[in-house]
């Protein structure tokens, strides 16, 4: 299993590139923009991209998908709750897919390859966040960062679930080396450990707001 990362966009979202060394089937996760960047990469590898797996539909995490669909015919893969036909809008951010759409959701799997790459429904960024665990990599999208979580205070976030979503993946077992959709990668022990956020999912928390507000 291979794995590259690449910063991309206008801000930098990090974007993941995750190979089957056998078959050398590539999957292209959140490609927020510099498709060419990302195709270059593909290309000079000698890589197939066979799917590209969105963990939600924020526009830094989806604007190069159009470039990388229309180059590798790759099937987009997203959650229902974050996809927006074409021409409209979901949540405040463009997302046009301009081929096949897939919907997964929590327990579906997709194969890379030999690689099978399990879907967790993570909620809170947005309705639709999932993340995603091959072997011992974890892409957490703006799910969980380094010493930190996604925001809630967009549209459609929920603080409520972003906190069960943390304590869900703080309680799997083992660890994992988590690949997140900004800042420097993690490890989930290290995340039990000195995460803050983390830590008050895990100690029975369930608002940032207080018991009395939403």
């Known amino acids: ?5 690449m910063q991309v966009g206008f801000i930098g979202t990090n974007c993941y ?18 498709s060419n960047m990302i195709l270059n990469y593909l290309e000079d590898n000698k890589m197939e991209c066979v799917a ?6 924020h526009m830094d995490h989806t604007m190069g998908v159009s470039g990388v669909q229309n180059e590798t015919g790759a099937p987009v893969y997203i959650h229902q709750k974050d996809w927006a036909p074409p021409g409209t809008r ?3 951010y463009p997302f ?5 759409c897939r ?3 929590e327990g579906d799997v997709v194969m890379i390859g030999t690689l099978p790459v399990q879907v967790l429904y993570t909620p809170g960024h947005t309705p639709g966040g999932v993340t995603l665990i091959c072997k011992d990599a974890m892409f957490a999208g703006d799910t969980l960062f380094k010493d930190s979580c996604g925001r809630v205070d967009l549209d459609g976030g929920d603080d409520r679930a972003m906190l069960a979503s943390l304590k869900r993946l703080a309680e799997l077992p083992g660890d994992f080396e988590v690949y997140p959709g900004h800042m420097d990668p993690t490890t989930l022990a290290a995340e039990r450990r000195f995460n803050p956020y983390v830590r008050a999912a895990l100690s029975g928390i369930t608002s940032f707001y207080g018991d009395g507000e939403n």
């Open 1 to 5: 299993m291979l794995i590259k990362a």
């Open 96 to 100: 046009v897919p301009s081929g096949e």
């Open 17 to 34: 590139i995750l190979t089957d060394e056998t078959t050398m089937k590539s999957a292209v996760i959140d490609p927020g923009g510099d």
């Open 90 to 92: 979901s949540m405040g």
């Open 52 to 57: 590209i797996l969105l963990t939600h539909g």
């Open 103 to 105: 919907f997964y959701d």
